[in-house]
């Protein structure tokens, strides 16, 4: 059996949406979704009939914005997040999210073809909040090989929680 990467983040918005005080980054949104429909490895990220997933309600605090995407591997999508435009949005999150204790991303594998539920993404986010890095749920910064893969990937450092 093969294996993609998940990967889950969630951020709470200093302010609706629509405030103008999430204009910049809403500015960027369709851009950033461009760039990652089509990197290298992109599989498939979670979108409503809106093209993003910004309404979404993962969770019951509306200011929890989630997104949720599928990748050939952990390179393909270190590559996009660090190495592509979508590092300003990272280094300018400060401007619009507000900052988190804890891990506020997670990765796991799954099988080729699967796609992961909104749902088993709070899981697996849950899962390494409470129980650290694990093959079930991990980090950039503390990778797990895919199951029946005896290849560690490398860490990639200096990557912060992510």
Same mark, same amino acid.
Request: net charge negative; aromatic share 12%; with cysteine.
């Given at each position: 059996?093969?294996?993609?990467?998940?990967?889950?983040?969630?951020? %709470?918005?200093?302010?609706?949406?629509?405030?103008?005080?999430? @204009?910049?980054?809403?500015?960027?949104?369709?851009?950033?979704?461009? /760039?990652?429909?089509?990197?290298?490895?992109?599989? #498939?990220? &979670?979108?409503?009939?809106?093209?993003?997933?910004?309404?979404?309600?993962?969770?019951?605090?509306?200011?929890?914005?989630?997104?949720?995407s599928v990748w050939e591997?952990?390179?393909?999508?270190? %590559?996009?997040?660090?190495?592509?435009?979508?590092?300003?949005?990272?280094?300018?999150?400060?401007? #619009?999210?507000?900052?988190?204790?804890?891990?506020?991303?997670? /990765? #796991? #594998?799954?099988?080729?073809?699967?796609?992961?539920?909104?749902?088993?993404?709070?899981?697996? &986010?849950?899962?390494?909040?409470?129980?650290?890095?694990?093959?079930? @749920?991990?980090?950039?910064?503390?990778?797990?090989?895919?199951?029946?893969?005896?290849?560690?990937?490398? %860490?990639?450092?200096?990557?912060? %929680?992510?």
């Amino acid at each position: 059996m093969h294996y993609h990467l998940a990967q889950m983040n969630i951020a %709470s918005a200093l302010a609706p949406l629509d405030d103008p005080k999430m @204009a910049g980054f809403m500015a960027q949104l369709d851009y950033i979704n461009a /760039l990652a429909d089509q990197a290298p490895g992109f599989v #498939w990220r &979670l979108q409503s009939e809106s093209g993003n997933a910004t309404d979404v309600a993962a969770y019951d605090d509306p200011s929890v914005v989630v997104n949720m995407s599928v990748w050939e591997s952990i390179e393909a999508l270190h %590559s996009y997040t660090y190495q592509s435009d979508h590092m300003s949005v990272l280094r300018d999150r400060k401007q #619009w999210f507000a900052k988190h204790s804890g891990f506020y991303s997670v /990765l #796991w #594998w799954v099988p080729v073809g699967h796609l992961p539920t909104v749902e088993e993404g709070k899981q697996r &986010l849950a899962k390494l909040q409470t129980e650290g890095p694990s093959v079930d @749920a991990f980090t950039f910064a503390r990778p797990f090989p895919a199951p029946q893969t005896s290849v560690l990937p490398p %860490s990639l450092s200096g990557c912060g %929680s992510f």
